[in-house]
């Protein structure tokens, strides 16, 4: 059996167009414009990338993009002035800051800072707590989020399977196991979550019928690692060199993907798969932060 | 072979030993007194009982204790004005609110409304946040820490045994299990929640090396879903009725103590297993935010 693959790039495009729908009924009815300030510290190349991409997502999808580029010696009192004035500024509905910060600025401080009515990254504590709760009112984070989406938008059946989540980090592998395990529709799963201390990780991961890979090590997760039929999702993304012929980087996820694609039932590519999702799902929290901004102010 | 008995009480008064040691060291550094704030609303017999106990403990840790005692008719403002003082006052450094609350009482707005700082049960999304994200300064709720106190205190190794927790509640099962993942001393498991959409959820409890049950239901854990040597906590009491000669309650937990014993290597009993350590990890938590609430008047 080959694997079906689970293109990342098609449901973001599917989910891309549904905002566009939304955001111009919102305008229409409300004359509400969904807003995103993305907040960019020093000259990384790559993080000037993922804000570029930000901006153009969003005009694309109809919303007001504001971007905040600072110099690398910012303080972080300017920093977080800024966030001050977009906390308050009823335009901006959602607020990123672009990380890694610059050594002399404190991260945590700083994500604390942002209204979590406005945290549409979900890393604020206020948004786990209530996502781990349950609550309707809060963003999931972005790339968790994502892992969901790719499997209910591909018709796979989350309830009641076994669903294991290999990494524990803050940014996917605890929130996405958070996510599955909820009463909800899209979850319901019983869950696993292996990490770096878990003994015999291979037997573990061999009784997912979902495997979310979040480990951060290059094709990790092997063919003898997963159960035939298994529904493999792939949060993983890694350079591996460039390639000579085409200079183009060969990419890798944290999953073996010719192998185990030839094992599995469904898998995500890497590029394609888990990615493009991210940044749908940002600007989709966007939007639901400027629906609820709205429902607050009419009370 | 016949399991070790864990007993909560007399790890709860371990606990408390220590507490009025470090309650006397801060008064008579600091002349800080931890304060602990208890509001009742309404007649309840039962939660009378739990208040008058919260009280007594308190009192004899040598911490302040405030009861409030309210008509079962006050109305919602009120309530939320005692909390907004109780929010303020700087002898206060723990608020908790009985429930259930009467239903005309919004539950998730007053539980809202306790600052952070002063939520010693942990159920304010903010905490749960930091307790999943892995913060030092949050409050972990009282059940799910007094079962991880149970373990650490009894020796038992958790890092990277396999923990299977029975129920995914707010109060038990998702905290739980959110503890016992973390890269942390006392936790650092292999966690896997199953609940009630868990399908073969025997085969699932059979691999857990430590079985936490807060399934909600009496003697839900039986002997064959069990793996020879396991430690089981019973985080479940329910009342099956009145012994006749006695007159006493008869209780009993989630899990078949009788069968279960006889094949773990350690099981909790009710009563006096995690029952005694709710009350006693909540005094811990009023002691922590007074200590913090220290240093921050300090900074």
Not at 47 to 69: C, D, H, P, W
Not at 82 to 92: G, K, Q, S, W
Request: aromatic content about 2%; some cysteine; charged content about 25%.
């Amino acid at each position: 059996m080959t694997a079906r693959i689970l293109s990342g790039t098609a449901i973001a495009k599917e989910i891309r167009k549904e905002l566009v729908v939304e955001v111009a009924e919102m305008k229409a009815k409300h004359g509400l414009v969904p807003g995103i300030a993305v907040i960019i510290v020093g000259e990384d190349p790559a993080s000037q990338v993922y804000v570029r991409n930000k901006k153009k997502t969003a005009v694309e999808l109809g919303m007001k993009s504001f971007e905040y580029v600072l110099p690398a010696d910012v303080s972080e009192d300017k920093l977080l002035g800024i966030i001050a004035d977009l906390n308050a500024n009823p335009e901006c509905h959602g607020i990123l800051v672009q990380l890694p910060l610059p050594k002399h600025i404190n991260d945590g401080k700083v994500l604390m800072a942002i209204d979590p009515e406005k945290d549409v990254d979900g890393f604020h504590p206020t948004n786990v707590g209530r996502m781990v709760i349950g609550s309707d009112d809060c963003f999931k984070p972005c790339t968790p989020h994502g892992c969901q989406q790719i499997l209910v938008r591909s018709g796979i059946e989350t309830a009641g399977v076994h669903c294991v989540v290999v990494g524990r980090s803050n940014i996917v592998g605890k929130p996405v196991a958070n996510i599955m395990v909820q009463k909800a529709a899209g979850a319901n799963s019983t869950v696993t979550i292996c990490h770096t201390r878990t003994r015999d990780i291979a037997a573990h991961v061999r009784q997912g019928d979902i495997v979310i890979a979040a480990a951060g090590v290059p094709k990790f997760v092997t063919a003898d690692m997963i159960k035939e039929g298994a529904v493999v999702i792939d949060v993983g993304i890694h350079r591996l060199g460039k390639d000579e012929a085409t200079g183009k980087d060969i990419l890798c996820g944290d999953v073996d993907f010719d192998a185990v694609k030839e094992k599995a039932s469904a898998i995500t590519p890497v590029p394609g798969g888990v990615g493009p999702m991210t940044i749908t799902m940002l600007m989709l929290n966007t939007v639901k932060a400027a629906r609820l901004a709205h429902e607050r102010a009419k009370r």
